[in-house]
């Protein structure tokens, strides 16, 4: 059974930086479909940042703010926030094993079949 941790959540003021991990077990992240999701309460989960094939994906609520990267040694992903902002107060969540895995599907988190526990990320204005 695939076994995914999310590491390094917390509490930050706007305009700082966290940085979150996922490291996977009886998986090995290579070029299919990978990403990270977040739900703030009474919102739907939401695509943030994905990768495919060696490119990168992300909303555009995050572009330019967010980072993902592979470190492949470490079997880990991580996404790099900065500029953070109160809206982006979430539990974020990384998922992997899309059923459907594309372009254009890479952030719908109807088609990942594994989750991690999520971390929360809290930004105070």
Known sequence: QVQLVESGGGAVQAGGSLKV???ASRYTFRRGC?????QAPGKEREGVAGTLAGRTYYAD??????????DNAK??????????????TAVYY????????????????EYYTYWGQG???TVSA
């Open 94 to 109: 990384c998922a992997v094993v899309s059923t459907n895995c594309g372009t254009s599907t890479v952030l719908l988190a």
């Open 119 to 121: 971390t929360q990320v």
């Open 61 to 70: 609520s995050v572009k330019g703010r967010f980072t993902i990267s592979q």
């Open 34 to 38: 990978m990403a990270w999701f977040r």
């Open 21 to 23: 991990s996922c490291t």
């Open 75 to 88: 079997n880990t992903v991580h996404l790099q926030m900065d500029s953070l902002i109160p809206e982006d």
